[in-house]
C-alpha cells in the first residue's frame, strides 16, 4: 500500500511549496518523489518542498540544535536536489510553524536551522521578516548568454547563502522580452550552479532612500518562478554594489509575484540582508506517495 502523508500548500509572493510535518524525521523522501509531488499536472504542484523537521532529528541540524534553533527547514528543489536556503519558503516555514503552534513568533525571534546556517525570522508590516546573514560579492566576471537576450551580458556573483548570479538589464521590455523557458548559460559554470536574476532599475532608481528595481528569475532546479527571495536580497544586493557609497540600505523588490523589502542592518558589528514579505497557506490535504 502507498504510504499517504499529510501536508499544506503555501507561498510567498507566488513562490510556492509544499511542506511535509515530519517533526520525528521518519520520511525519507527519494529525488523522484519529490519531482512528483512538485509536478503541476500530476501532483500536488510546487516550486520545491519543505520537510518540517525537528533540528535534533536530521543529521544536518546538528549545529542548528547547538544555536538553539529547534526546528530545521529540510528544502529540496522541485527535481528533488537539495538547496542550501530560500527566503520565501522561510517566511512560508515560519508561518507553518505559529498558525499551527509548534512555534513562538511574537515575543522573541523564531530561529530556524537551514542548510546555510541558522536564520532568525520575526513579523513585520509586510507579513514576516528573515535576517539571511552575511553575503559576499565575487568578483569574478560570469558571461550569461539568454534566450531573448541579444547579446551576453556581465552578471555578479552575489552569495546569500546559496549562490546567484545578477545580470542588469537596460529596460523593462528587454526585460519582458526573455525566454527564461530555457535555462540561461553561464561562461563559467559555477560547480554548484546558480540562481540567475535579470533587474532593471525603476526610474528614479531612488525615492525618498528607498531604492526600487524590478526582477525576474531562472532558480536552479526549477525554472522560472514568479519570486525568489535570496534572488531578490542578491538583486538588491548587486545594485546597490553598481551604484556605489551613495546607494540606499533599504530597496522594494518588484517580482512577478509581488512586492518585497530588502534592507542592510549592522548586527553584532556585520552588516546582514534581510528579507521581508507576505507568507501565504492556502489548503491542507493527504496525498499518497508514488
Not at 2 to 17: L, R, S, V, Y
Request: negative net charge; contains cysteine.
Amino acid at each position: 500500500m502507498p504510504q499517504t502523508i499529510a501536508f499544506t500548500k503555501g507561498h510567498g509572493t507566488g513562490n510556492d511549496f509544499v511542506l511535509l510535518p515530519d517533526p520525528d524525521g521518519e520520511l525519507e523522501l527519494t529525488d523522484d518523489q519529490v519531482a512528483v509531488l512538485c509536478d503541476r499536472r500530476f501532483g500536488i504542484g510546487a516550486d520545491g518542498i519543505l520537510r518540517v523537521v525537528r533540528s535534533a532529528a536530521i543529521d544536518e541540524g546538528r549545529d542548528a540544535v547547538t544555536a538553539g534553533a529547534e526546528w530545521f527547514m529540510d528544502y529540496r528543489n522541485a527535481d528533488g536536489s537539495k538547496a542550501e536556503m530560500c527566503g520565501n519558503g522561510i517566511r512560508v516555514f515560519a508561518r507553518y510553524l505559529a498558525d499551527g503552534g509548534w512555534a513562538t513568533i511574537d515575543e522573541t525571534p523564531l530561529l530556524i536551522g537551514t542548510r546555510a546556517g541558522v536564520k532568525s525570522v520575526t513579523r513585520s508590516e509586510l507579513g514576516f521578516e528573515a535576517d539571511l546573514g552575511t553575503w559576499r560579492v565575487d568578483p569574478a566576471e560570469v558571461l550569461v548568454r539568454a534566450r531573448g537576450l541579444g547579446v551576453p551580458r556581465p552578471g555578479l556573483g552575489i552569495d546569500v547563502g546559496n549562490p546567484h548570479i545578477v545580470v542588469a538589464i537596460s529596460n523593462a521590455d528587454e526585460l519582458e522580452a526573455l525566454d527564461l523557458t530555457v535555462r540561461p548559460q553561464l561562461q563559467p559554470d559555477p560547480p554548484r550552479g546558480a540562481n540567475i536574476e535579470f533587474v532593471v532599475p525603476s526610474d528614479p532608481l531612488v525615492r525618498e532612500g528607498v531604492g526600487s528595481i524590478r526582477m525576474r528569475v531562472f532558480e536552479r532546479g526549477v525554472g522560472e518562478t514568479l519570486s525568489c527571495g535570496t534572488g531578490v536580497a542578491a538583486a538588491a544586493l548587486a545594485v546597490r554594489h553598481w551604484a556605489g557609497q551613495a546607494a540606499p540600505d533599504r530597496w522594494t523588490v518588484e517580482v512577478p509575484g509581488g512586492t518585497l523589502g530588502v534592507r542592510m542592518q549592522r548586527v553584532r558589528g556585520d552588516l546582514h540582508v534581510l528579507l521581508s514579505g507576505p507568507a501565504s497557506l492556502v489548503y491542507s490535504g493527504e496525498v499518497a506517495l508514488a
